[in-house]
């Protein structure tokens, strides 16, 4: 795991992005994964300059989000397929046809789950997948005991993640119980994995993603197995590391040919 420390939260958003427009720049077919919550807009704000610009061209991406919240319309303001069509696919112009969000509405969505599994297999497989992290730890809406095999599936949400996410909603009650998220099986697959997170809220989650035991209580500590995998935090995130001096110094030290 490589785990970067930055002053700021704004550029949090600006290493990670470079990241991510290096692999599309490489590879403009690229896979992307999405990520949805406060975290990774920051990235998408970056990447969405980049594409302004005229230094990246994210039309031929193909995309596949996290998660959705399951019992509310596609057409509501908080579903995920709309955040990620307002925050993502239309500030990078990438083509809707090429983004998949796991569908919460389906009538069978044991079948929608699997089918999710296949086309992102079809597709060759995630290049990158951005990813957030709850204060309980989870990723996706993975919450604490996933199995670490798990795959894309419905999962009941956390009481801490229904009011963790009740400030996007009308009120508290209005946040769905349910969700599809790809599972941890699903999101170790990803060939990379970049995870953001800022502010202090989030300190004993990122402590206990990269420096704790490996345990299902922390989803996020599953990273710890992934053959590449980018942490980048702002200090506040980072408060509860053990090591930071030493991987300050890692990133300070990193060979030129491996920067981005
Ligand atoms: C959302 C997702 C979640 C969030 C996490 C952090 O697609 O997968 O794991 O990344 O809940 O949310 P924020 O970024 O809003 O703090």
Not at 169 to 181: G, K, L, N, R
Request: hydrophobic share 45%.
């Amino acid at each position: 795991m490589e785990i970067i420390i930055l002053p700021t939260a704004a550029e949090v958003g600006q290493v990670a992005a470079r990241k991510i427009a290096q692999i599309i720049t490489r590879k403009p077919a690229a896979v992307i994964g999405l990520a949805t919550g406060s975290s990774p807009l920051a990235i998408y704000a970056e990447l969405a300059a980049k594409v302004q610009a005229g230094d990246l061209d994210a039309s031929a991406v193909r995309a596949f989000a996290l998660d959705e919240y399951v019992g509310i319309p596609e057409e509501h303001p908080q579903s995920y397929a709309s955040v990620i069509a307002h925050d993502v696919v239309e500030p990078l112009g990438m083509n809707p046809d090429l983004v998949q969000v796991p569908d919460g509405r389906a009538s069978d969505i044991e079948a929608a789950c699997t089918a999710y599994d296949d086309a992102i297999r079809t597709a060759g497989g995630v290049d990158i997948q951005i990813l957030g992290i709850g204060a309980n730890g989870h990723i996706g809406f993975n919450e604490p005991t996933s199995s670490f095999a798990s795959r894309t599936r419905i999962k009941t949400l956390a009481p801490q993640t229904r009011a963790d996410n009740a400030r996007f909603f009308d009120s508290p009650d209005d946040v769905p119980t349910h969700c599809v998220t790809q599972g941890l099986g699903t999101i170790m697959d990803a060939r990379q994995l970049v995870l953001v997170a800022q502010g202090s809220n989030k300190a004993d989650a990122i402590a206990a993603a990269v420096e704790g035991p490996v345990t299902s209580m922390c989803p996020g500590s599953i990273l710890q197995f992934h053959q590449h995998a980018t942490i980048v935090v702002d200090e506040a995130a980072a408060a509860g590391l053990r090591l930071a001096d030493y991987y300050k110094y890692t990133y300070e030290n990193k060979p030129v040919w491996q920067r981005f």
